[in-house]
T-cell receptor, first 115, second 116 residues
Framework: KAGVTQTPRYLIKTRGQQVTLSCSPISGHRSVSWYQQTPGQGLQFLFEYFSETQRNKGNFPGRFSGRQFSNSRSEMNVSTLELGDSALYLC??????????????FGPGTRLLVL | GDSVTQMEGPVTLSEEAFLTINCTYTATGYPSLFWYVQYPGEGLQLLLKATKADDKGSNKGFEATYRKETTSFHLEKGSVQVSDSAVYFCALSDQKYGGSQGNLIFGKGTKLSVKP
């Protein structure tokens, strides 16, 4: 079974631009979560999507948004990029059956550099 | 709010040495606890997990026991190898968000370097 895939793997943007990152979960997984990893703040939860609905959200500004499609693939968008948005963005998927303590499986990440 | 505290790194060991990476947590609910490992240039891989008190997670020679009384989940390995060099993250997932498993809370990570 293929793992979680993320595209693109690397991205360079300039301040003020917007960016869209894509994540394809493991086949059969319905939950997709996004995390930001930076040297200063570590790993921080952005949001979780399940059945095309945002189910959980971290403490990030509204410039960060996401969506999930009917095939469970997810995209996240960052508008009006700032230098501090430079980070590794990780996507994770899980089956997300309620009441079951499931494991999240992570993709390789998209490394975003904002100049 | 919920939080995870890990020992500061980096940790440098010789091959075959004993490894302990301390992890303690604060949570209001009944969290599941995880150790993830990140190799250079890669995403996170689940190393082991424990879902209730006194559970022991184990994988690839690594072990960690869920200690509710001390709110700890320390990672141990009896004999490390050069290939174990990576960053290790302790994390918790609290089920209070209506059963959602989406909100993993991570420690800052501990970088381990193993020298031959």
């Amino acid at each position: 079974k293929a793992g979680v895939t993320q595209t693109p793997r690397y991205l360079i943007k300039t301040r003020g631009q917007q960016v869209t990152l894509s994540c394809s979960p493991i086949s059969g997984h319905r939950s997709v979560s996004w995390y930001q990893q930076t040297p200063g703040q570590g790993l921080q939860f952005l949001f979780e999507y399940f059945s095309e609905t945002q189910r959980n959200k971290g403490n990030f500004p509204g410039r960060f948004s996401g969506r999930q499609f009917s095939n469970s693939r997810s995209e996240m968008n960052v508008s009006t990029l700032e230098l501090g948005d430079s980070a590794l963005y990780l996507c994770a998927s899980s089956l997300a059956g309620r009441g079951v303590r499931e494991t999240q499986y992570f993709g390789p990440g998209t490394r975003l550099l904002v100049l | 709010g919920d939080s995870v505290t890990q020992m500061e790194g980096p940790v440098t060991l010789s091959e075959e040495a004993f490894l302990t990476i301390n992890c303690t947590y604060t949570a209001t609910g009944y969290p599941s606890l995880f150790w993830y490992v990140q190799y250079p240039g890669e995403g996170l891989q689940l190393l082991l997990k424990a879902t209730k008190a006194d559970d022991k997670g184990s994988n690839k020679g690594f072990e960690a026991t869920y200690r509710k009384e001390t709110t700890s989940f320390h990672l141990e390995k009896g004999s490390v190898q050069v290939s174990d060099s990576a960053v290790y993250f302790c994390a918790l997932s609290d089920q209070k968000y209506g059963g959602s498993q989406g909100n993993l809370i991570f420690g800052k990570g501990t970088k381990l370097s193993v020298k031959p």
